[in-house]
């Protein structure tokens, strides 16, 4: 538990993180994904990436092994209603360069077209 002091006031403020694993208690978000990372050996999603990796299945069902951000963004709409179009493309992309950050996903060039496919 943190205090900060402000004048003559102390307010409390708890820890909104907490490990699934251990249960161990963090301020942000970084700090509980490096701990999931390095000690547990897992990496944790959010819940839009946990969707483009399902839409990312449903393209490998289909037969598509490399996969464009457009494949992406038609499979996605179909799959989910609840979506706004406005910035879901760069959404998209987005979550797709940071999954090959995480290792979970692989990206290659091809004729200056971006592909990823799903690690094994």
Same mark, same amino acid.
């Given at each position: 538990m943190i205090f900060l002091v402000r004048k003559t006031r102390v307010v409390s403020i708890q820890p909104m993180y907490r490990c699934?694993?251990?249960?161990?208690?963090?301020?942000?978000? !970084?700090? *509980?994904?490096?701990? #999931?990372? /390095?000690?547990?050996? !897992?990496? *944790?999603?959010?819940? #839009?990436? /946990?969707?483009?990796?399902?839409?990312?299945?449903r393209l490998k069902e289909r037969g598509h092994t490399w996969v464009t951000y457009s494949d992406v963004y038609g499979v996605y709409r179909e799959?989910?209603?609840?979506?706004?179009?406005?910035?879901?493309?760069?959404?998209?992309?987005?979550?797709?360069?940071?999954l090959t950050r995480k290792g979970v996903m692989e990206m290659r060039r091809k004729h200056d077209i971006v592909q990823f496919r799903l690690r094994e």
């Open positions: 699934p694993y251990c249960g161990k208690r963090f301020f942000n978000f !970084v700090n *509980l994904f490096t701990h #999931a990372k /390095y000690k547990h050996d !897992v990496i *944790l999603l959010s819940g #839009a990436e /946990y969707r483009v990796i399902l839409v990312c299945r799959m989910f209603d609840d979506v706004s179009g406005k910035t879901l493309r760069n959404r998209i992309r987005f979550i797709l360069h940071s």
